[in-house]
């Protein structure tokens, strides 16, 4: 058992510890990364492409019609400035869409999301003919 003894030293206390020494702490095991799917060697799981096409295909669609939407009412608003909005927009989106390229399932999402700003940024002008 261990106690702390308060010893006077010329004007200024110290504290000390008496009693046993603490053990060493043994460094915590690593365990290793998992490997991402693309990644996937021999007798792993593989990329389901299909699938992930097809949620970014969806997703792209979605945010190309919702932009574009957006952009059209917000020009009602600001008038020429829509450009200024839109680009905020998409710097507001970056970030997220960046992270979720890491995530097996989610880094579709963020493919569609970046493909739909793309393509509503493409369809924005001839939509405002």
């Known amino acids: 058992m261990s106690f702390v003894r308060l010893r006077a030293r ?3 206390a110290q504290v000390g510890r008496t009693g ?4 060493p702490t043994r460094p915590r095991p690593t365990r290793p990364r998992p490997r991402a799917t693309w990644l996937a060697g021999p007798g792993q799981e593989s990329t389901p492409w299909a699938t992930g096409l097809t949620v ?3 997703v792209a669609a979605v945010v190309a019609v919702a932009d574009v939407t957006l ?3 917000l020009a009602e608003a600001v008038g020429p400035f829509v450009i200024v909005v839109n680009l905020f927009i998409d710097a507001g ?3 997220a869409v960046w992270l979720l390229q890491r995530t097996p399932v989610w880094r579709w999402v963020g493919v569609g999301v970046a493909v739909g700003l793309a393509v509503g940024w493409v369809m924005l002008p001839f939509t405002a003919l």
Do not use: E, K
Request: glycine share 6%.
């Open 71 to 73: 952009c059209l009412a």
């Open 10 to 12: 010329a004007g200024n």
């Open 56 to 58: 970014a295909t969806f």
């Open 93 to 95: 989106l970056a970030p």
């Open 20 to 23: 046993p020494a603490p053990r």
